[in-house]
């Protein structure tokens, strides 16, 4: 299944993945369970009526007794069914919690920092917490059933008296033979375990539905809404992006990162998108890529609304970098193509232009070198600036139509930031591209700089009409090149 990238953000979401994976995998819960107790009872049906004629000769009153004894331990065992139920999303995110938390502490990923900081108490502490939770709730839920059971084994009893009391006074008063006694004391017996395990089976199912239309629930509001007749993307080598008095807030967040935003970057225009550390700069790009949709006003690609196209289709257009850079354990060829088949003269291109030509030489297998050691012990761990060139090539060698790159350079090291503004119009080749970055001598580069602040478009224009407004943008950038200054003349 897939789901808007949106809800992976959220804890209810991730509790309810869980409970909806036991719900389909745990043959003792959801479907399993349900068709194996609808079995049990088609088989049984017939036994009812048999039991039923005979109790019914003996006395009408004692069949009222027992199935009113049954019915009543069996409203008994749904109530403690509901009660578990009620404390689910309480029990799987303990139960999340305890994972992470010692998923992390064998997550050699995790490892610099775990050490440096000693992570390993605050984390173990946490696991303690969740787990000492966790059985706090699995008592709480015990205790009901418990109770539960103690009532239920009273109900018991009280049947079994009432029957055998009946049944020997009936012996010595009335005209039962011993013979009688022990068929009637049989059917009655047989027919309040056969109803005992019926309704709790009933009760099983009854519960264990409820579950079932959770995860049919889950399913149709996570499965993101299709597009009908989706657009086709406009087939051209330039886009033009248009942010048409978009207001945006996160799910679960009052706070506008985004208020009637409005911003146009023009076919092959390279824009700079400035601001202060929470701006609202990548919060943009997750908007432009459609992870996350406006809550009011659109996004427009060529005068179409985002939304109205096939989303692959869309992704396929956008080559991103995105910050936080994620490297996987494949060889790096797979890293940069993501694909069995590749393109070699497009991979050596993307390679050479994003800088990492000389680091993939200098290893013996080159492209097909595994990176991390996760999977393989030789696997190779990637300085925080090569993994940034990784990055670049990606987004290179995948070769979209609009170019977005949120501070590509963070970790570039002078010369490399240097060699990469250089082949800037190389890598840009006329595409549309958002450029993301807080070094402000990257914005020569663009035609346009954007300098958001408080979820609003403060200030718009080219390097020199922002100087020359002697703003926010220029302020910035002087603070920058006075620094930029100090620091030569220490050295
Ligand atoms: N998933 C999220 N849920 C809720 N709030 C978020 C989420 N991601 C970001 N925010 C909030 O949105 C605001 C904008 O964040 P964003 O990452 O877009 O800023 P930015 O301008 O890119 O910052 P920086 O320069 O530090 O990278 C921040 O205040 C942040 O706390």
Redesign the pocket.
């Known amino acids: 299944m897939t789901m808007d990238f949106l809800y992976t953000?959220d804890p209810d979401t991730l509790n309810d993945i869980n409970i909806a994976l036991d719900t389909v995998q745990n043959p003792m819960s959801g479907v399993g369970i349900v068709i194996l107790k609808l079995f049990s009872i088609l088989g049984s049906i017939i036994g009812f009526f048999g039991f039923v004629t005979i109790i019914f000769r003996l006395s009408p009153v004692i069949l009222m007794i027992l199935i009113l004894t049954v019915l009543l331990s069996y409203l008994i065992m749904v109530k403690a069914k509901q009660y578990e139920r009620s404390r689910k999303d309480d029990l799987y995110k303990e139960k999340r919690e305890s994972i992470y938390s010692s998923s992390t502490l064998s997550d050699f990923q995790f490892g610099k920092d775990i050490r440096v900081y000693g992570l390993k108490n605050i984390l173990f502490s946490k696991k303690v917490g969740s787990d000492k939770r966790l059985l706090e709730i699995t008592k709480e839920i015990q205790n009901q059933i418990f109770k539960s059971s103690t009532l239920d084994g009273i109900l018991f009893f009280i049947r079994e008296s009432v029957i055998y009391s009946y049944l020997i006074y009936k012996v010595i008063y009335g005209n039962l033979s011993i013979s009688d006694f022990v068929m009637y004391s049989v059917a009655m017996n047989s027919f309040a375990i056969w109803m005992d395990t019926t309704m709790k089976d009933i009760s099983i199912i009854r519960i264990q539905s409820l579950y079932i239309g959770d995860f049919r629930e889950f399913l149709n509001k996570k499965e993101p809404k299709k597009i009908l007749n989706p657009i086709n993307i406009p087939k051209t080598e330039k886009y033009k992006i248009e942010f048409d008095n978009i207001s945006f807030k996160?799910p679960n967040?009052e706070r506008y990162?985004f208020k009637d935003f409005s911003l146009v970057i023009n076919p092959g225009e390279r824009l700079a998108i400035v601001?202060?550390?929470?701006?609202?700069?990548?919060?943009?790009v997750k908007l432009l890529t459609g992870l996350y949709s406006p809550n009011a006003g659109e996004i427009r690609v060529n005068g179409i609304n985002i939304n109205k196209f096939n989303k692959e289709e869309y992704l396929d257009l956008l080559s991103v970098v995105f910050?936080d850079i994620k490297i996987f354990p494949f060889n790096i060829r797979e890293n940069i193509s993501f694909s069995n088949t590749f393109d070699e003269i497009k991979l050596n291109e993307s390679i050479e232009q994003s800088g990492l030509k000389d680091k993939i030489q200098s290893l013996e297998k080159g492209v097909e070198t595994n990176m991390l050691k996760i999977l393989d012990e030789e696997g190779i761990e990637l300085s925080g600036g090569e993994n940034q060139k990784l990055a670049i090539a990606r987004a290179l060698y995948k070769n979209g139509k609009i170019l977005i790159m949120?501070?590509p350079t963070a970790s570039l090291d002078a010369l490399a930031e240097n060699r990469l503004y250089e082949s800037f119009d190389k890598l840009i080749s006329g595409k549309t591209a958002i450029y993301?970055s807080?070094r402000l001598s990257s914005t020569r580069f663009c035609d346009k700089i954007a300098f958001?602040e408080n979820g609003q478009l403060q200030e718009y224009g080219t390097h020199d009409e922002l100087m020359k407004l002697d703003s926010l943008y220029a302020n910035m950038f002087n603070i920058q090149s006075r620094y930029y200054k100090e620091d030569k003349a220490y050295a």
């Open positions: 953000e996160y967040s990162i601001g202060i550390n929470g701006a609202g700069k990548t919060t943009l910050q949120d501070e993301i807080h958001i």
